[in-house]
C-alpha cells in the first residue's frame, strides 16, 4: 500500500500537481516497521528538463506510535464504557460476554481476546479475528490461576495483580510451547480483581505480528479491568 502512494504522489508531482508531505510505512532489513514522513520535490535543468526528483524522509515512528497508541486507548476506553454496562446486569449471559469481547478486540486490533473466571467450572469465553483459530476448548489451554510448571512466573503476577506482557522469546520453554501451539506472537494478560480477590483474567492475543504494547494501551486495559471488577462487585 505505502509502494502505491509513494507512486501515486511521484505522478503527480511529475505532471505538475502540488503534493503536501505525507506519512508512508517502511520494512527495514531486520524486517521492522518504520513510519516517514515524505516530502519530494523535482529538479529541473535551465531548459526544465526532468533530471531528478529529490525526496527527503523524516523518520517519525516514535511519535506515530504515540499518537496510535492514545487512538487506540480512545477506542478501547469506548469499549469498556460498552462493556461495564453488560457487567452491571445482574445476569450476564454467554452471548454477552463474547460481544463484550468482540468491542474490546476491534478497538485494539487484536487477533484474539479471551476471558477466562476463576470458579468451579473455569468459564472461558472468547473472541477472534476472522480466520483466527479458536482455541479456549482445547484441553491443553493451561490454568493460569494455579502456579503451574512453566507458568509459575506468568501465574504470580496474576495473583499479585499484575500484568503480563510478551512475545515467544521472553517466556520460559514451556510457555513458548505454549505461544507455539497457539500460533500466538505476543499477548497481554490483565488480571480481574473483585472484593480483592482474582475474579477472572482478560487475555488479549496478537497472531499475525509481534506487539509490544505501549504504556496507554496497557492503562486502557488496566482500567477496563478495575471497572469490570466493580461492575461485578
Same mark, same amino acid.
Given at each position: 500500500k505505502s509502494k502505491e $502512494?509513494? =507512486?501515486k504522489n511521484f505522478l503527480k508531482r511529475i505532471t505538475g500537481k502540488e503534493v503536501k508531505e505525507y506519512e508512508a510505512e517502511f520494512v527495514t532489513k531486520e524486517g521492522q516497521i518504520k513510519i516517514g514522513k515524505i516530502r519530494g520535490s523535482l529538479i529541473r535543468d535551465k531548459d526544465e528538463r526532468l533530471i531528478a526528483d529529490l525526496v527527503m524522509i523524516t523518520e517519525i515512528t516514535d511519535e506515530y506510535n504515540v499518537q496510535q497508541a492514545r487512538l487506540k486507548k480512545e477506542k478501547i476506553l469506548e469499549a469498556i464504557s460498552y462493556s461495564a454496562r453488560?457487567? =452491571?446486569?445482574? *445476569?450476564?449471559q454467554q452471548h454477552d460476554y463474547e460481544k463484550i469481547l468482540q468491542k474490546i478486540g476491534e478497538s485494539s486490533d487484536a487477533? *484474539? !481476546?479471551? =476471558? $477466562?473466571?476463576?470458579?468451579l467450572l473455569m468459564q472461558r469465553y472468547e473472541w477472534v479475528h476472522a480466520? !483466527?483459530?479458536p482455541i479456549i476448548q482445547d484441553k491443553h489451554y493451561p490454568n493460569f490461576f494455579s502456579p503451574s510448571k512453566g507458568f509459575r512466573t506468568i501465574s504470580r503476577k496474576l495473583l499479585d495483580g499484575e500484568y503480563v506482557q510478551g512475545s515467544v522469546e521472553d517466556f520460559s520453554d514451556e510457555a513458548e510451547d505454549f505461544l507455539e501451539r497457539y500460533d500466538i506472537k505476543s499477548l497481554l494478560i490483565q488480571p480481574i480483581?473483585?472484593?480483592k480477590k482474582i475474579w477472572a483474567y482478560l487475555s488479549v492475543h496478537m497472531s499475525h505480528r509481534q506487539k509490544e504494547w505501549l504504556e496507554e494501551e496497557i492503562e486502557s486495559f488496566s482500567i477496563a479491568a478495575e471497572l469490570i471488577g466493580a461492575a461485578i462487585e
Open positions: $502512494v509513494v =507512486l453488560y457487567f =452491571l446486569k445482574s *445476569r450476564t487477533d *484474539r !481476546v479471551i =476471558l $477466562v473466571i476463576n470458579d480466520g !483466527v483459530k480483581f473483585v472484593k
